[in-house]
């Protein structure tokens, strides 16, 4: 079965259709509405399926297919879709966790008065993520970007009439939007410096040699090479999409929507898309490497955000009490992770963690869900607890993604791919920041996960909601499982014995393997951290189990200013509103302010002298234009009435009046020497 | 200093418009007044025919056609402001012009 | 000939003088008529007949008329054709002004250097008359016909009596039948 | 003889209203009938106009030139570009759907219609007509219509905001108007295609300096102020928001759907032509000046609390983006470096956003009418709260109409935008960067109108009897959503009419 390049637009074209669909079905027709859905996004698995052993017969190659979309001076604007292995792998992950959650989400939604509306929307939100995925050009690329976000802002407020969600959902376009600024600009900057914004197009694309030879050897403001600016840029709109430091402050707030949309939006899918562009752009992105004079390596911009991500959001996870925001500041931090990976020069070990945190993130965030469903919507894990009883099959596969994000070793994929990036790390040799940063992380992340295990589903349950869970319905749970399988399947299919993933990702076809014990000593120490972070969860979380929900937490007992610093999320948000916010509110202040005062005051004051010139008039109190106008009609009234009294009336008078007018014009000709 | 015939024409033209004049200035009836204007119209007429006939350039039509349009014209000018008249007389029962000021400002 | 038109000149002159200060309205009609027509012997006097014509159809034998019904029309009894004197003031107004007028358009005229061709035009016969009437003058021709009409027209809107509506006779009255009580 | 097809175009509309003054007996219905149809007469011709429009020629089509007042040497003259071709077809469909949202009117709804044919009839004289005469005509006779209906159909303040508008713009014209008696001087001709060709020559400027003194600068400021004060350009912008906030919903959308547009295309069809080396001179200063009316018109928007004038600053913010990609041309026209195609890009974007902003902008205020229908007239941003539960189906329409208004790819102003930026910034990469701050604060507070209003529990006056679009209400907002939709997804539709022309332009900045 094999798909080919010209008929790629098919995969986000079927859940396109199913969103119109969706959008012209009434509320009602739920079952149409889901069925349509589920059914499309199915097609484009096995289309992208296809399109994925098209790629894998020639992994090395990009196979394009470019077309017009307007005309543009004497040539065209063209876009296009690329198919390679990394399309075909992102095709098949998106379209397969997509799948799972779609139906996860008829379980989960099943009481929701507006369910063909979040399938229109979900079905949106696929069509736009694969054709970010299958882009060849910069710009289809980015109207897919923006697209995606206009899909999670609709669905972040999917619970419209909830304040929260509505200002979570402004906050998320607008933030994600001041990235894609920077993405715009650096969209036009290489449009302007290469004349193309497609990808691969025979030599003549963007990341084609010719093109990055160009860009590498110009320089530009500050000594950067332009493609390192151009990069830099671009990883703008990389840092808003995916949460990174500084801009990750929408993300936790995104929890507001429902929790399949943060599974498929806010964990899997499109948050990683800036870690896909990145990897996408690569070869723009290392394009300075050679070059030693620039300042600054835009790559390794890229490392040191990530690396601050990854510890950061690590961090702040500890202090919450919100289960998913505890996943959310997980997802910040994994982000992060993949964020160094492409900084430290492994764009693959990236993108493998990439598949294998979406797997087991939305396993994570649909777990939660099928938790947050059974406690009647109670998310904070201080009134949940003792959930293992009554949940067994949420509670195994929550387990199971817990150990693939905290990186139990050999079982889970998490591990193999976190190894892949710390490797990476170790191997970069500008500084070993990055590598400390990631394995203090490790230690966190192993904890705050253990303390969230332990706070939900040990102990007993200390709210309503808990005390009277179920286990969810079989649209719910199966999923779960079919998740639970993939994240600890996919991690053989990169080991660093048999990294077969890795090579088709590079366009390899012979994989060379090598022996665990390589760079043994750094797998040791970090299989050590993680059973450290864990036995220091559970010593804090599971032996003694919190009791009611008011209890102090042990380890804000401990460190309480600490604690509470990190459940304020170090203050970000006041941060910002303090500063950003009050530029901003400022300047509309002052433009507003100009606006009344200043440049129509200027004018008022010139039309006065105007007015004044031509009357004398003390009346224009009020204002100058308008008040002005005024007293300019009273004027000519007052000059009006004067005339008018001489309207006497008397034809006579009138008929004197023109001939006495008669008499002294000729005079005055004559006598004037008028001839 | 002896006249030429289109010198006597102007001074006759002249003397009849200030007789026009003055009826329309100082009568109070307005039949009067219109009168007046009518004269002072005829005197025009007068200008044009003289000119015509012993102008500077004469030409072949032009003053007659224009006294013919303003004779024209002077018969409508008459029948409205007859017409004037009597209304105004309907309304004030009299037609004195100084009366008739109802316009005033 | 120039004796010819002192004497026209003279009559008209005197008669529109004598008719201007008379107090009798008919008596002020009758004399415009006549000044009327020395005009247009006048214009007999300066060849231009068919002017002449005009003047004598227009004003003699049709603005008199109207003057004539205008004076009748407007007067409170059989005898009143008498107008009440004028004030002195207004008279002297008048006067003022148009004697300046008259001495500026004399001064003038004497001022003026008119060079008197070397022939007086020729006349022009009505034939020529009518073609220039009907060929270059036809858009002005029309147009003042279309003043005549509408000129017509207004003075009869104007000077019609401006009766109301007829009155409507009251209507009969209605027998009111008190509704039938059934009891 | 053919049909004089733009005299056609013009002067139909015209005779609408002089058909509605004479029918004094018709009912409002037949007078919405009648009106709907001369208001679609436009559209109509138009597409006969597209059908013998050839694209690929870049002058003047569809002419018609008669000797009109010879001794001053003035001509009636039509004539058709791409350029104008666009901005007849955005008259065409927004003047209809400005007559729809005031279907509702009852109070003189006879003379409402008839004015608001005259100001089309006016819009599209300026767009079509090719001597100054004529042409300036046509620009102040659209002042009275407007002053007309804002004034005797507008909100509290609409006395004082249709004095404004009226004294401001024409203060703006008398100048205009005395630049242009001068170069008639200078030149002895007010023919637009005989000046471009002398501008071209070099002989515009150098008549000009023979009238001595300060006359050439005073010739070329007085042309850019006329143009300046109707487009707005920043800070000469200040009647704009109180006009627009207080005119009756119709003439809102006519004013910022079409009469805005008047402004840009007197910049591209007369200083830029007739004046290139002033302007660019000027452009520096002048691209400031546009910069400033993006970001303070986006904030200034941001602060208000009356939705129509947010919707108001909006436009500013707009428009200021075509004079940006216009500006920016000019400054780069007599550079050496190669800008041809950046140059293409911005005045591509420039037109294609002149028509986008036409069509988003109109059915914004659109929204806000019918906001105001349901609550007796209240416009507040707090005046409302989740309309959108109870009017799903407005939310919807008003929705993709915020978002094509935010510039969101797949929807129209996505590509004139992008379009404009990429011309920028290939001709002042400082301006083109901090534009973007522009574009932020747009997406801040439409979205926040957005939340404000659609979103939330229900409150203010959405909190009880709020239906949803009904009829005739959806009429004029439902083309206009899809042609947004249409053109996000194929703008080549509208680029291909005038793309050969700003080609043309780009290459040595002479039209036409």
């Not at chain 1, 900057?189 to 590498?216: C, H, I, K, M």
């Not at chain 1, 200390?462 to 999923?479: D, F, L, N, W």
């Not at chain 1, 224009?620 to 309207?647: K, M, T």
């Not at chain 4, 150098?206 to 006329?226: S, T």
Request: aromatic content about 10%; overall charge neutral; proline content about 5%.
């Amino acid at each position: 079965m094999n798909l080919p390049v010209a008929q790629l637009w098919l995969i986000p074209a079927l859940p396109l259709l199913a969103a119109g669909i969706g959008a012209l079905t009434p509320r009602g027709g739920r079952r149409l509405a889901a069925t349509v859905a589920i059914g499309a996004l199915a097609l484009s698995f096995l289309l992208s399926v296809g399109a994925l052993i098209t790629a894998l017969a020639d992994p090395a190659a990009h196979l394009v297919h470019n077309f017009d979309w307007f005309e543009l001076g004497s040539g065209t604007l063209r876009l296009g879709w690329v198919l390679d292995p990394l399309t075909a792998f992102m095709a098949v992950m998106v379209t397969f966790v997509g799948l799972l959650i779609f139906i996860f989400s008829t379980g989960y939604l099943r009481a929701d008065a507006n369910f063909t509306r979040f399938f229109c929307f979900l079905s949106l939100f696929a069509a736009a993520m694969l054709g970010l995925v299958i882009a060849n050009s910069l710009l289809l690329l980015f109207i897919c970007w923006e697209l995606v976000g206009l899909a999670s802002y609709l669905l972040i407020g999917f619970w419209f009439h909830k304040p929260a969600a509505a200002a979570a959902a402004k906050k998320a376009f607008i933030t994600t939007r001041i990235g894609d600024l920077g993405l715009l600009l650096g969209m036009v900057w290489l449009y302007d410096s290469t004349g193309s914004l497609l990808f691969f197009d025979g030599g003549a694309g963007v990341l084609e040699p010719a093109a990055l030879d160009a860009l590498a050897a110009q320089a530009t403001i500050g000594g950067l090479a332009i493609s390192t600016a151009i990069g830099l840029l671009i990883f703008c709109g990389a840092v808003g999409k995916s949460g990174q430091f500084p801009l990750h402050v929408w993300l936790p707030d995104a929890m507001e929507g429902p929790t399949p949309v943060s599974a498929l939006i806010h964990a899997a899918t499109m948050v990683a898309a800036g870690v896909f562009l990145v990897a996408r752009v690569y070869p723009l992105m290392i394009a300075d490497q050679p070059l030693a004079h620039v300042p600054v390596h835009a790559l390794t911009v890229v490392a040191a955000v990530g690396a601050v991500t990854a510890l950061l959001g690590a961090v702040i996870a500890i202090g919450q009490y919100d289960i998913k925001r505890i996943l959310a500041f997980s997802t910040v931090s994994q982000l992060g992770y993949m964020m160094l990976a492409l900084g430290v020069g492994s764009w693959v070990a990236a993108i493998f963690h990439l598949l294998t945190h979406a797997f087991f993130k939305a396993l994570l965030f649909l777990a939660a869900g099928s938790v947050i469903d059974a406690a009647h919507h109670e998310q904070d894990l201080r009134h949940l607890g003792g959930l293992r009883g009554p949940m067994r099959i949420t509670f195994a596969t929550f387990a199971i993604g817990t150990m693939a994000l905290a990186g139990v070793p050999f079982l889970f994929s998490g591990f193999w791919s976190k190894e892949g990036i710390l490797h990476a790390a170790h191997g970069w040799d500008v500084s070993p920041l990055p590598l400390y940063a990631g394995l203090v992380a490790v230690v966190l992340t192993a904890f705050y996960m253990t303390r969230l295990v332990a706070e939900v589903f040990h102990g007993t349950a200390r709210g309503e909601g808990a005390a009277h869970a179920k286990e969810s319905p079989p649209t719910m749970t199966i999923p779960l499982l079919i998740l639970a399988g993939c994240a600890i399947a996919l991690g053989f299919l990169g080991t660093p014995a048999w990294p077969w993933l890795q090579a088709r990702l590079e366009g390899r076809t012979e994989i060379h393997g090598h022996s665990l014990l390589e760079g043994g000593g750094l797998m040791a120490l970090s299989i050590l951290l993680v059973a450290l972070g864990i036995g220091a969860g559970w010593a804090l979380y599971g032996r003694r189990t919190r009791t009611r929900a008011a209890a102090v937490d042990p380890l804000a007992a401990r460190i309480p200013r600490i604690f509470s610093a990190l459940t304020d999320r170090l203050w970000f948000d006041e941060l910002y509103a303090a500063t950003v916010g009050r530029l901003s509110d400022g300047t509309a202040r002052l433009a507003d302010l100009l606006d009344r005062h200043v440049w129509d005051g200027t004018i008022r004051f010139l039309s006065g002298l105007g007015l004044f010139a031509g009357f004398v008039n003390r009346d224009a109190d009020e204002d100058v234009l308008n008040g002005g106008f005024d007293a300019g009609s009273a004027g000519l009234r007052r000059g009006g009435q004067a005339y008018s009294r001489r309207q006497t009336g008397d034809a006579h008078g009138y008929l004197r009046v023109v001939a006495i007018s008669f008499v002294v014009l000729v005079m005055v000709i004559m006598l004037g020497g008028g001839q | 200093m002896s006249f030429g015939p289109l010198q006597l024409c102007l001074l006759f033209s002249s003397a009849l418009f200030c007789v026009g004049l003055m009826g329309a200035l100082s009568r109070s009836n307005a039949i009067l007044v219109l009168l007046g204007i009518e004269l002072m119209l005829n005197a025009a007429n007068i200008n044009f025919i003289a000119f015509w006939r012993y102008g500077p350039e004469p030409s072949p039509a032009t003053g007659v056609i224009f006294v013919i349009f303003a004779i024209a014209i002077a018969a409508a000018e008459a029948a409205v402001g007859l017409a004037l008249v009597i209304a105004i007389y309907r309304h004030q029962r009299n037609i004195r012009l100084q009366e008739a000021d109802t316009l005033k400002g | 000939m120039t004796t010819a038109f002192i004497i026209i000149a003279a009559a008209t002159l005197g008669t529109a003088t004598v008719a201007m200060v008379l107090r009798n309205l008919i008596h002020s009609a009758l004399l415009l008529i006549a000044s009327w027509a020395g005009i247009g012997a006048f214009y007999l006097w300066a060849g231009a007949e068919f002017v002449a014509f005009a003047q004598v159809l227009v004003y003699v034998g049709a603005i008199s008329m109207v003057v004539l019904f205008a004076v009748l029309l407007t007067r409170h009894s059989r005898s009143e054709f008498a107008v009440a004197p004028d004030s002195l003031g207004r008279i002297l107004g008048g006067l003022l002004a148009s004697g300046a007028t008259l001495g500026v358009l004399i001064g003038a005229v004497l001022s003026t250097p008119l060079l008197a061709p070397a022939t007086p035009a020729r006349g022009i016969t009505v034939r020529e008359l009518g073609g220039e009437l009907m060929g270059p003058h036809a858009a002005a021709l029309l147009i003042l016909g279309v003043l005549l009409t509408v000129a017509l027209l207004g003075a009869v809107v104007i000077a019609a009596s401006e009766r109301g509506p007829v009155p409507r006779p009251p209507p009969p009255p209605v027998a009111v039948q008190p509704p039938a009580r059934r009891a | 003889m053919t049909l004089p097809l733009l005299s056609c175009l013009v002067f139909a509309p015209w005779a609408g209203a002089v058909v509605l003054t004479l029918l004094r007996r018709a009912g409002p219905a037949a007078v919405r009938g009648i009106a709907l149809a001369f208001s679609l007469s436009t559209l109509a011709l138009a597409a006969i106009a597209l059908g013998a429009f050839e694209p690929s020629r870049t002058s003047m089509q569809l002419v018609e030139r008669h000797s009109w007042i010879s001794a001053l040497n003035v001509h009636y003259h039509l004539g058709m570009d791409g350029l104008s071709l666009v901005l007849v077809l955005l008259t065409g469909i927004i003047a209809p759907a400005a007559l729809l949202a005031s279907w509702r009117i009852t109070r003189g709804i006879r003379l409402f219609a008839a004015l608001l044919l005259l100001l089309q009839g006016a819009a599209l004289g300026v767009f079509l007509a090719l001597d100054f005469f004529h042409w300036f005509l046509f620009w102040e006779l659209s002042l009275i219509p407007a002053f007309f209906l804002i004034k005797l159909w507008g909100g509290a303040g609409a006395a004082r905001a249709a004095y404004q508008f009226v004294i401001y713009t024409i203060g703006g014209s008398a100048f205009m108007l005395l630049g242009f008696a001068a170069l008639y001087g200078a030149t002895g001709t007010l023919d637009f295609v005989q000046l471009a060709q002398l501008a071209a020559d070099g002989l515009v400027d150098q008549r000009l300096a023979a009238l001595g003194g300060a006359w050439p600068h005073v010739v070329f400021l007085g042309v850019l102020l006329g143009l300046a004060v109707k487009v707005p350009l920043f800070p000469f912008h200040t009647w704009l928001p109180p006009a627009y906030a207080e005119a009756p919903t119709g003439a809102s959308m006519f004013l910022t759907g079409v009469l805005s547009k008047m402004g840009v295309y007197g910049f591209l069809r007369i200083l830029w032509p007739i004046f290139p080396a002033p302007l660019q001179a000027a452009a520096p200063v002048l691209l400031w000046l546009a910069l400033a009316g993006v970001v303070l018109g986006a904030f200034a928007a941001l602060r208000q609390t009356d939705l129509k004038r947010m919707v108001a600053y909006s436009s500013l913010n707009h428009l200021s983006y075509c004079l940006l990609a216009l500006f920016a041309v000019a400054q780069a026209a007599g550079s050496a470096a190669p800008t041809g195609e950046a140059a293409t890009a911005a005045l591509s974007g420039t037109v294609l956003q002149l028509f986008n902003h036409g069509l988003s902008a109109a059915a914004l205020f659109h929204c806000v009418g019918v906001l105001e229908a349901r609550s007796a007239g209240r416009r507040g941003l707090d005046d409302f709260g989740g309309v959108r539960t109870a009017a799903p189906v407005f939310a919807g329409l008003a929705g993709i109409t915020m978002f094509s208004s935010l510039g969101l790819p797949g929807l129209n102003g996505f590509v004139g935008e992008f379009l404009i930026f990429r011309g920028v910034f290939g001709l002042a990469p400082w301006a083109a960067a901090l534009a973007c701050l522009g574009l932020l604060v747009t997406a801040l507070f439409l979205l926040t109108f957005w939340q404000r209003v659609f979103h939330g529990p229900r409150a203010g006056a959405a909190a009880g009897d709020f239906s949803d679009l009904r009829g005739v209400e959806l009429a004029p907002l439902i083309p206009l959503v899809v042609l947004m939709g249409v053109l996000g997804v194929a703008p080549q539709l509208l680029i291909r009419l005038f793309n050969p022309l700003v080609t043309a332009w780009a290459g040595h900045p002479v039209v036409p």
